[in-house]
């Protein structure tokens, strides 16, 4: 027996069960002892661990982030997302042949197989990218037809590369769509992010550069992404994957999931809200709004965080750099002026609601020149790796099973049918 433990005691038996608590949690298992068909009620698994995981380690209330143990300040500051990508893949960061060779694999599958890219043209004009995304990623299952044999795992890290590879060719070819400009090819010089950046915004020039200023900061807001443990979007792919489907489905799905304005389509919603407040006049009377619970305040608050999101914190040193380059963003004052007042207000205060990772990225992403529709494209990206990092991981764990949650039945008791021409 550990040395932390809860002893649970059933009233009706009388029966009680001392359970270990390890790692901050307590196993089912010792509940289920007292009675099997008793279960626990937690609507959006609040207070639920549906796994044991060794990828990211988040502490929400003291703000600190970590990949495989390295502190999310020490890799937006040293490492590339190609190599953030790789840690989590594999545990471990590279050595320099190992990252020599992970750089090379990746660049050489970044094409997508030409049908797919014509399924793009098939949407309409105004199709949202993130909506275009999902689709072509499901439909890259077709193509991989080998990608079902998720118990071999030479099969399974060649799927992992395509989808890191793929991504940004399939956001940029959305992107280009909704435009109206052909596409742009992926080149193997450059780098991930500047790659994704030429094909994002190069037009007829073969000698062009992503400014290297820009495709920094990129590559940083992708580190910043690329996991957050057990999360809504993730939750999902670990969902799907538990059921056997490939990788490209169960990201397609994870990918659906962050499209949800909850999630990652939050940073649009900043833009737009900082748009609607206009001025930084206006910002008391919006938070008054925000406090009679009239709005919310989009990119505060978060399920984990109980604390200053540290990924908030790089992202705004980060946009200094960014506005060095290209001018500063004029919403940037009302979003500084908003989190001054927010965060010296009671109502936040007391709910803990603090900045998270969207508030500052989509006024970098803006600055950049993205549309504010590609912000969660950008967020998918970002966080392929993550995903993929704990399919991996849950496809080897022997604990577990196809995801199979009960409920609390609150319906009608039993009643007859009554023909319809009798009701
Ligand atoms: N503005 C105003 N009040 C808020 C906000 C907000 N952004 N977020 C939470 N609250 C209030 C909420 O009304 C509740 O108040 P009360 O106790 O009086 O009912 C209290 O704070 C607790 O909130 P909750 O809704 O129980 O918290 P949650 O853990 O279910 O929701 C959240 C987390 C992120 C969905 C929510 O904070 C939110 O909707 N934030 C705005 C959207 C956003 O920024 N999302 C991006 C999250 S970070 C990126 C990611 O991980 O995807």
Redesign the pocket.
């Known amino acids: 027996m550990s040395e932390e433990s809860i002893t649970l005691t059933d009233n009706r038996s009388g029966k009680s069960v001392t359970v270990p608590i390890e790692h901050g949690v307590f196993s089912s298992q010792g509940v289920r002892e007292l009675d099997p068909g008793l279960f626990f009620y937690d609507p ?1 698994f ?1 207070s639920t661990a549906s796994c044991s995981s060794s990828i990211t380690d988040l502490d929400g209330v003291n703000g600190i982030l970590r990949f495989r143990g390295y502190p999310i300040e020490q890799l937006a500051e040293k490492s590339t997302f190609l190599e953030v990508a790789y840690l989590l893949i594999n545990g471990e960061l590279p050595t320099p042949a190992q990252y020599e060779e992970w750089v090379h694999h990746v660049t050489y599958h970044t094409y997508i197989h030409e049908n797919t890219a014509d399924f793009i043209k098939g949407f309409r004009y105004d199709a949202h990218p993130m909506g275009m995304l999902v689709s072509v990623v499901a439909a890259l299952s077709t193509f991989y037809p080998e990608s079902k044999q998720i118990h071999d795992p030479q099969i399974r890290m060649i799927q992992a590369i395509r989808l890191i590879a793929k991504m940004p060719t399939m956001a940029a070819f959305a992107y280009r769509h909704s435009v109206g400009l052909p596409r742009e090819y992926p080149v193997n010089h450059l780098t991930y992010t500047g790659n994704f950046l030429r094909m994002m915004w190069n037009v007829a020039d073969p000698n062009y550069e992503p400014n290297p200023v820009l495709a920094k900061a990129l590559d940083l807001l992708f580190i910043l992404h690329a996991d ?1 443990e057990q ?3 993730t939750t999902t792919m670990r969902t799907v994957g538990s059921a056997g489907a490939d990788p490209f489905i169960s990201v397609a799905a994870a990918a659906s999931a ?1 499209y949800g ?7 649009e ?2 833009i737009r809200m900082l748009h609607e407040i206009g001025d930084v006049k206006n910002v008391a009377a919006y938070v008054d709004k ?2 009679k ?1 009239e ?11 109980k604390n200053y ?1 540290p990924r908030a914190r790089i992202i705004k040193k980060t946009a200094d750099d960014v506005f060095a380059v290209t001018g500063t963003n004029p919403l940037l004052e009302i979003a500084l002026k908003l989190e001054e007042v927010a965060l010296s207000d009671d ?2 205060i007391e ?3 603090y900045p ?4 500052y990225s989509g006024l970098i992403y803006e600055a950049m020149g993205f549309p504010m529709d590609m912000f969660t494209v950008l ?1 998918a990206i970002g966080r392929t790796p993550g995903w993929l990092a704990h399919w991996l991981e849950l496809v080897q764990d022997p604990e577990q099973k196809i995801y199979r949650p009960r409920q609390a039945y609150i319906g009608p008791d039993k009643r007859d049918y009554v023909p319809i021409d009798q009701r």
């Open positions: 959006a609040k957050h999360n809504c979007s962050l304005p909850l999630h990652g389509g939050a940073n919603k900043v925000v406090k619970g709005l919310k305040l989009q990119g505060f608050g978060h399920r984990v965080y999101d109502y936040f709910r803990k609601l998270n990772v969207d508030f967020f």
